[in-house]
């Protein structure tokens, strides 16, 4: 319906180690430790926290590279949701076929969501800040990506795979309808056809 709509964009620059961001209302600060949000004015203005990622990639681009939280929408059907992002990112080195490298990340994502009553949130009987959250773990593994041209022994090797395909079909076609042929001869000579 009609409310106030926010776009946020921008880069991120984060150690190589898990960790999390989040978008979410209320004033922040720091309390014993810990990082709070104010959320006094939510309860009278409850938010509708339906969003659209539309690029979300941790590093460079990758040309083949196809990023899962890409054009995403969430719709949330409560207000005063939080949706939870759980991305699972692992280093990637793609080599370019000009001996370009590229060191970038590919991940993958599962995703959870509920309602925080905010009344139940300020006795202590439930847990959690309405907003989007993205947590990342980073995984110990990398994966190698190079790019290679064929060479023309794999191109020749192709054509000569094809042109004995289309041999050897032709040749069981001809052999079909040869035999067809001699067995209606047969027939025919003996006068079992009508």
């Known amino acids: 319906s009609s409310g106030i ?3 946020y964009g921008g880069r991120l620059r984060v150690s190589k ?4 961001f989040h978008i979410s209302p209320g004033k922040s600060f720091q309390q014993s430790n810990a990082h709070v949000h104010d959320l006094k004015l939510l309860q009278q203005f409850p938010l509708n926290l339906t969003h659209t990622i539309h690029r979300l990639s941790f590093g460079e ?3 083949t590279q196809v990023n899962p939280l890409d054009n995403h929408t969430f719709v ?3 207000l005063n949701t939080m949706r939870q992002y759980f991305t699972q990112i692992v280093p990637m080195r793609y ?3 000009n001996s370009e490298v590229v060191l970038s990340n590919q991940y993958s994502v599962t995703y959870h969501h509920k309602h925080i009553d905010l009344n139940k949130a300020a006795r202590g009987e439930q847990s959690g800040l309405p907003g989007m959250f993205v947590t990342y773990e980073i995984s110990p593994l990398m994966v190698e ?3 290679n041209r064929r060479s023309f022994t794999h191109f020749l090797t192709g054509v000569c795979a094809i042109v004995g395909g289309v041999f050897t ?3 069981i076609i001809d052999s079909f309808v040869y035999n067809s042929y001699r067995a209606f001869q047969k027939k ?7």
């Open 95 to 97: 080599n370019k076929i």
């Open 169 to 171: 079909v032709a040749g």
């Open 76 to 78: 949330a059907t409560e």
């Open 17 to 20: 180690v898990s960790g999390n």
């Open 188 to 194: 025919l000579e003996l006068g079992k056809v009508n």
């Open 145 to 147: 990506v190079s790019e």
């Open 5 to 7: 709509n926010a776009e």
């Open 61 to 63: 681009f990758v040309p």
